[in-house]
């Protein structure tokens, strides 16, 4: 069979059985919506920290209300609760209190995205928008992406979108761009709109930087693509600063790579950091393609 309907057949088997499986969970929470409503049972169990009333035979309105008072209650719980499992990633470079609690943003050029649906990162490179089963996705396709005022390229496989699978219309790995000859280029995260969108309270990221390069099909990359090795020496192909500090290392984590400088892999606190790039010429029209930019 081809492919394309391999895919199609196995995707549409699994959403059938999403589909079902919510069905059920709201059947379930009908249900209980309604025992809160008619019975005399209290509305959660009661406890020292939750000391929220049963609204018996009171409406919906006031059940909700006291459903996302005990929703608030939990986030802040989890919040200032340290994970509780063992960790080895990186030794003590990035902890799981970084990780899972802390402010982050995620920069994406993947779709599906929350960034792409909402056409969240066309507004932060100025694209102009196109659409594909709900999701933005324009930008420039491999080879004729031009950098313009010396900013990070978003751009595209053109082959990817011509799998005649209506399907994977809004499933593509689409990429950030660096190539060799532009000189320097860059990318400054958060932009305003993510800070808007994404900030969860008044906490600034630590400073770590992670990229994220495109996953290659099979493992196997084109030829003119470059990697992150050797980031930092006279062997590397890629130079890449943050706020104008050069990047020293970088250290793999979970098949993305953390940036480190001089002083370790925490950035000096700023409101925004500017990631810089640049591909060393040599003649072969090398580039370097990063699928997310994550901030913690």
Known sequence: ???????????????????????????????????????????????????TSSPNGQSYKTI?????????????????????????????KITPNTLFRKQAYCRTALQPAHMRSEEILSQIHGEAVKFSGGYDFDGNAVGSGISQNGEVVLAYEPSEYRTGCDGLQADHKDFFMVKEGEGWVSEVIPSKIERQVYTAGKERPEGIII?????????????????????GTDRGDVKIAVNDVLVTNT????????????H????????????????????????????????L
């Not at 459903?67 to 030794?91: I, V, Y």
């Not at 950035?267 to 990631?275: D, N, S």
Request: charged fraction near 25%.
């Open 1 to 51: 069979l081809p492919f394309c309907l391999v895919f199609r057949k196995d995707h549409l088997l699994t959403g059938r059985l999403l589909g079902s499986f919510v069905l059920r969970k709201l059947e379930d929470a009908l249900i209980m919506l309604e025992q809160l409503k008619f019975s005399q049972m209290p509305l959660i169990p009661t406890s020292s920290s939750r000391t």
């Open 64 to 92: 909700l209300k006291a459903l996302l008072h005990l929703e608030a209650e939990d986030h802040q719980a989890f919040m200032t609760t340290d994970p509780r499992f063992s960790w080895e990633k990186t030794g003590s």
């Open 211 to 231: 990229l994220c390069l495109r996953v290659c099909h099979m493992d196997r990359c084109a030829d003119d693509s470059v990697g992150l090795t050797g980031v």
């Open 251 to 262: 250290i793999l984590f979970d098949g993305c790579h953390i940036l480190e400088g001089e």
């Open 264 to 295: 370790g892999i925490k950035w000096a606190p700023a409101k925004q950091y500017v990631l810089n790039f640049r591909l060393e010429e040599k003649g072969l029209n090398y580039n370097m393609k990063i699928s997310s930019i994550i901030l």
